[in-house]
Nanobody, 130 residues
Framework: QVQLEEFGGGSVQAGGSLRLSCSAT????????MGWFRHPAGPDREGVAA???????VYAENVKDRFTISQDTKTNVLYLQMDNMEPEDTAMYYC????????????????????????WGQGTQVTVSS
């Protein structure tokens, strides 16, 4: 059973940095898409960053140029480097991976992660104070 577990959440002041990690255990394939979503206060979950199996990344407009997604395919770890953080980045952050290994275009990864059959971590809390 594939399990995703997030690490690295915490509290930081505005302008600071955090690095999230997502460890994928028992995974025996390269997912078409992996990514990060967040759930701030309120009902909606939003995609933050995603990466396809070729390494192409896509970002939400409000984190572009501040966040960087990367993956280590040898250790099955997904990363999210968050720089110049803002109070609006405060949220529970979740790691996700689709079950499919069929190659897709990176710019479709948010849709695949949100709606296709996949795996999700338990989340890690990130709090940014002003």
């Amino acid at each position: 059973q594939v399990q995703l577990e997030e690490f690295g959440g915490g509290s930081v002041q505005a302008g600071g940095s955090l690095r999230l990690s997502c460890s994928a255990t028992s995974i025996t394939y390269r997912p078409s898409c992996m990514g990060w979503f967040r759930h701030p206060a309120g009902p909606d979950r939003e995609g933050v960053a995603a990466i396809d199996s070729n390494g192409a990344a896509v970002y939400a407009e409000n984190v572009k140029d501040r966040f960087t997604i990367s993956q280590d395919t040898k250790t099955n770890v997904l990363y999210l480097q968050m720089d110049n953080m803002e109070p609006e980045d405060t949220a529970m952050y979740y790691c996700a991976a689709v079950k499919s290994a069929t190659q897709v275009s990176g710019d479709l990864c948010f849709l695949h992660l949100a709606y296709d059959d996949g795996y999700w971590g338990q989340g890690t809390q990130v709090t940014v104070s002003s």
